[in-house]
């Protein structure tokens, strides 16, 4: 017997190499293992940010007497959710059917042909709180196993039917329009948190692909309930403890209502998505604090994540050491009590920081702690008292032991942070953040991307997984690189967003037989065949790998009139009018992308000459180069990109480039540079003028 984990890539994985379980990765020798011993795999599925997955590996997988049981009558497997989420989303599926709730740990028992037949989560070393024990939920499969085969297989049978009867037969029938997306609105007025922001109870997660929606709701129809939403709940979120009040970013989500406890640890792919959705709001209205959060998110990204290679870290734990205690707990690096506060700051900035940062005798936590927030009721304070003792705070802490980090890179999150990176870089005077961006998309290039453009899920240390890319993957990464196409001007990016949805409509959308127009799976054609093929158009913490590819379909399509990639982005979003009405809060992203059909999206080109007066050549980013030729291509590319108009397309160069099909038969108008809008096969006049192209786009003065 041998743990098979020390030579795997997966953080998580290899945190249990050194249990006394005979861990197998997923693989077909585990289960023919499983078939040459007769006796059921034990799927073991968690990622290593889950406070709850670590604290079951201490109770039970570091535990000998549970190990030995565990590696005498089963085949142990243990999987990383975020390298496979196939794997993933097939087994939680069951689990969900099965026990009408779900969540990591993940504890699922399968035959040799991958069959379950009987699930869980979570189990404690000892019964607790109606739960039995670890030890008895394996000495009863153990049992059944042995005693009633019949049984166990007739459910793993019953199982694995009901799940195939659950694929979608077809995304749905045609776009969805003016009345889908006002239900939508109306389904999200109903469940919004008017006192706290946000949708529903505790525990409450940011809504970070409704409040895109509803941002492009408001861009394309003015509605200002909608704005209203999403700029308080944005406010309630970054005043809250679920934002790092010190450090930037956020938590993976709020144990409360009102946003004050968090989970603490701090995901990628979240503060990718927030970072962006702040922009935005900037962008439509202007907030200082939208403006803050955006900038000192990305910040957090590029300061915790980003990896030795360019890409970014997937997570922070939510667990670090506790100097007075030596145990590992919860949150233990973000919490103060005031004794701390005074002991860094002294009385008087204590007592102040006390109160600024709502840090109380009682505590907000666990054991008189207090979690960080920005409560309202302090009134005018000094700025830059604030800002001092924020930053005494923050080196004070960075003295603390740190969360591990999970420093596998992910291609999926990586696509999103590169479209917040780039986004936020150029709006915000931030080249450095673009440059950031831009070696992140190189590094999908060159260690993700196979000569066929094929996708590796994950990379680590400079290494590519073995794990092959999904949906999301494709689609996300292709995301990234549309924004970065539309902020640097470099046509490269387009063409690689190309290869990777050229591979989406040859290998996710479904063939002939396999369902309706418009129908999309999580797994390519020739991917390993699991007991279901995964496929959700719903949107979780993500956006779906369905919605997505929608999106970037969508806007491939508006750069170079692929009247191809265009039929399956509104074939797609026939699943958003069937869900949209009915589950806005699940279909965020997909209302998002329906805004901008319905909008067009509008197809922007910025051409101007090739240098600038003097010379010189500036981009929108505040770079020394880059698609503008001279301060007025500068100023009309950045309007175009601060365009409230839902999911504009924008691609700028010189004129006469082939950069982009947008720039083709687009001159300088009287030997200026001009911006050329286009929208439903109809375009305006180029313009010179900035206050026009603003005028056209729904831009503001930013």
């Not at 992308?593 to 929108?620: F, H, K, T, Y």
């Amino acid at each position: 017997m041998v743990n098979r984990l020390a030579h795997e890539t997966s953080p998580y994985l290899l945190q249990h190499a050194d249990n006394p379980v005979d861990w197998w990765p997923w693989s077909p020798e585990a289960f023919a293992a499983a078939r040459k011993r007769d006796v059921p795999v034990l799927l073991s599925v968690g990622y290593s940010s889950c406070h709850w997955c670590h604290v079951m590996a201490h109770e039970s997988f570091e535990d000998p007497t549970t190990a030995t049981y565990m590696n005498r009558h089963f085949v142990n497997i243990k999987v990383d959710r975020e390298e496979r989420p196939d794997v993933d989303a097939v087994y939680m599926e069951a689990v969900q059917a099965a026990t009408g709730h779900g969540g990591w740990p993940m504890t699922v028992f399968l035959n040799a042909d991958g069959e379950p037949f009987y699930f869980g989560t979570y189990f404690p070393p000892a019964p607790r709180q109606g739960m039995p024990s670890f030890p008895q939920v394996l000495e009863g499969v153990t049992s059944a196993w042995t005693e009633r085969r019949d049984e166990v297989t007739e459910v793993a049978g019953r199982i694995v039917g009901e799940l195939a009867g659950r694929s979608l037969a077809q995304g749905g029938d045609g776009v969805p329009g003016d009345e889908e997306l006002a239900q939508a609105l109306l389904g999200l007025t109903r469940e919004y948190d008017e006192r706290r922001g946000g949708f529903g109870g505790a525990p409450k997660f940011p809504p970070s692909m409704v409040l895109e929606f509803l941002l492009r709701h408001h861009g394309r129809t003015g509605a200002e309930g909608a704005l209203q939403m999403a700029a308080d709940t944005c406010e309630a979120m970054a005043r809250g403890g679920i934002y790092d009040q010190l450090g930037g970013g956020f938590a993976r989500y709020s144990v409360d209502r009102e946003w004050v406890v968090p989970h603490f640890e701090k995901m990628l792919y979240d503060n990718a998505l927030l970072c962006r959705v702040y922009a935005h709001l900037w962008r439509a209205t202007g907030s200082d604090l939208a403006r803050r959060v955006a900038v000192e998110t990305a910040d957090f990204m590029v300061r915790e994540l980003r990896t030795a290679e360019g890409g970014f870290a997937s997570a922070l734990d939510a667990d670090s050491e506790d100097p007075a205690s030596g145990k590992h707990v919860e949150g233990a690096f973000y919490v103060w009590t005031p004794e701390q506060l005074r002991d860094v700051l002294g009385d008087a900035d204590g007592e102040f920081a006390a109160r600024y940062f709502g840090v109380t005798e009682e505590g907000t936590f666990e054991e008189g702690a207090s979690v960080l927030q920005l409560p309202l009721g302090e009134g005018v304070v000094d700025a830059g008292k604030v800002e001092g003792v924020r930053r005494r705070l923050l080196d004070a802490r960075d003295e603390r032991p740190r969360p591990g980090r999970d420093d596998k890179i992910v291609a999926a999150w990586n696509g999103l942070a590169i479209a917040a990176l780039a986004e936020t870089g150029a709006y915000f005077d931030r080249p450095d953040l673009v440059e950031r961006a831009t070696e992140a998309a190189d590094l999908l290039v060159r260690l993700h991307m196979d000569d066929a453009a094929r996708l590796a899920r994950t990379s680590r240390d400079g290494t590519a997984g073995a794990n092959a890319g999904v949906l999301e993957d494709y689609a996300d990464v292709a995301e990234g690189f549309l924004a970065l196409a539309g902020v640097t001007g470099e046509g490269a990016w387009l063409e690689f967003a190309g290869f990777l949805l050229d591979i989406v409509l040859d290998q996710f959308v479904a063939r002939d037989g396999e369902g309706g127009r418009g129908t999309l799976y999580d797994t390519a054609h020739d991917a390993e065949r699991l007991i279901r093929r995964p496929q959700d158009p719903t949107d979780n913490a993500t956006p779906s790998g369905w919605t997505a590819a929608a999106g970037a379909l969508l806007s491939y399509a508006a750069h170079t009139g692929s009247a191809r990639h265009r039929a399956a982005a509104e074939g797609a979003l026939g699943v958003v009018k069937a869900l949209g009405p009915r589950a806005p809060r699940f279909i965020g992203w997909g209302l998002a992308v329906a805004e901008a059909v319905l909008d067009g999206p509008r197809e922007i080109a910025v051409v101007g000459p090739s240098s600038g007066p003097d010379g010189s050549s500036s981009g929108p980013d505040g770079s020394s180069s880059g698609p503008a030729g001279d301060a007025r291509t500068a100023e009309l590319h950045r309007t175009a990109l601060l365009a409230t108009a839902p999911g504009a397309v924008v691609a700028a160069g010189t004129a006469g480039s082939d950069e982009f099909p947008l720039l083709a038969d687009r001159p300088l108008v009287a030997g200026q540079a001009a911006a050329y809008v286009c929208r439903h096969f109809v375009c305006a006049a180029p313009t010179t003028e900035v206050a026009a192209l603003k005028g056209e786009l729904g831009a503001f003065d930013r």
